[in-house]
């Protein structure tokens, strides 16, 4: 069985930085792209940042330039450092990993960690 657990959520100002990891373990052959995504009260499940295996990256417009995606493979660990916080960030942020068990490609999900933004 595979696991992503993720940490680093929490209660922040407005213009205040937060981390969050997460680190997946478990029966892994190898880990594809990891991401994060969002979702806010009301709204659909978007894709807040990726990296791929090389370390390729791609963002959603609306964080462009204040987040960074980042992952140690040797870790299986992805984090995703968020500067400059705005209100309309506040969401559920999840973790997901495309992953390779011994005998087939899994997509995962991580349980969910709050982040809040006051003004």
């Known amino acids: 069985q595979v696991q992503l657990v993720e940490s680093g959520g929490g209660l922040v100002q407005a213009g205040g930085s937060l981390r969050l990891s997460c680190a997946a373990s478990?029966?892994?052959?190898?880990?594809?792209?990891m991401g994060w995504y969002r979702q806010a009260p009301g709204k659909q499940r978007e894709l807040v940042a990726a990296?791929?295996?090389?370390?390729?990256?791609n963002y959603a417009d609306s964080v462009k330039g204040r987040f960074t995606i980042s992952r140690d493979n040797a870790k299986n660990t992805v984090y995703l450092q968020m500067n400059s916080l705005k209100p309309e960030d506040t969401a559920v942020y999840y973790c997901?990993?495309?992953?390779?068990?011994?005998?087939?490609?899994?997509?995962?999900w991580g349980q969910g960690t709050q982040v809040t933004v006051s003004s």
């Open positions: 997901n990993a495309f992953i390779a068990t011994m005998d087939n490609y899994y997509d995962y």
């Open positions: 478990g029966s892994i052959f190898s880990i594809n792209a």
């Open positions: 990296i791929t295996s090389g370390g390729s990256t």
